[in-house]
């Protein structure tokens, strides 16, 4: 009886330190398995931000916050290019003609050095927004020359100076007939009819009051 117990206890341990044993390892596979998984997702995020860097285009604050994480250098690098690419937006937005934005554009591609580390990240993006710009219709829109893109301007500031005189000239317009009103009112009329601008002061006499304050009759068939 005795060594029985003994032999099931034994076998009891046995079961239990196999069953110990076949969970670690399944739970090794599983941990090498998702590393694997970890690494290869980490390898696609990677190769995606490269492309993007090298092709110019923006990167997105999940992939510029990778990149912080993960690689603080190409970080760096990253976040120059962006800046950037904002900068130059904006002036290409203020752009007063053709000539102008390829001027902008042709003194951002020279103020990269050659010894610069972001130099091919940063002529890519430079190129990228040039070939957007110069298919957008704010483009086409421009004059082709600064010398049009003044011309322009000083069409429209004449144009604005001459509706303000039309303003300036019917606000003394208005002002000289209340004048004229006032004036007519306080010569003594006794009706402010008679000074208002669409009567007919010309053929106006005292009679035509009298005349119709008069009563009238109706004659009888």
Request: aromatic residues 6%; charged residues 35%.
């Amino acid at each position: 009886m005795t060594q029985t117990l003994k032999t099931e206890e034994k076998n009891g341990k046995l079961s239990g330190f196999w069953q110990v044993r076949k969970y670690l390892l399944k739970a090794a596979m599983e941990t090498k398995k998702s590393r694997a998984v970890s690494d290869d997702q980490d390898d696609g995020m990677m190769a995606r931000i490269m492309a993007k860097l090298k092709s110019g285009k923006k990167l997105s604050p999940k992939e510029l916050d990778y990149l912080k994480k993960h690689n603080p250098a190409l970080y760096a690098l990253a976040v120059r290019v962006q800046r950037m690419i904002k900068a130059l937006e904006e002036k290409l937005k203020n752009a007063r003609s053709k000539e102008e934005a390829n001027d902008i554009i042709m003194g951002a591609m020279l103020s990269v050095s050659k010894q610069d580390p972001a130099r091919e990240y940063l002529l890519a993006a430079i190129n990228d927004i040039s070939k957007e710009f110069h298919d957008s219709k704010q483009y086409a829109s421009l004059p082709d020359t600064n010398e049009e893109a003044d011309k322009k301007l000083q069409k429209k500031e004449n144009r604005i100076r001459e509706l303000q005189n039309e303003d300036e000239y019917s606000r003394e317009e208005r002002i000289g007939d209340e004048y004229s009103r006032e004036k007519c009112i306080s010569e003594g009329y006794n009706r402010e009819s008679l000074c208002d601008s669409e009567f007919d002061l010309i053929s106006w006499s005292p009679l035509t009051e009298v005349y119709e304050a008069m009563p009238k009759f109706k004659a009888e068939a």
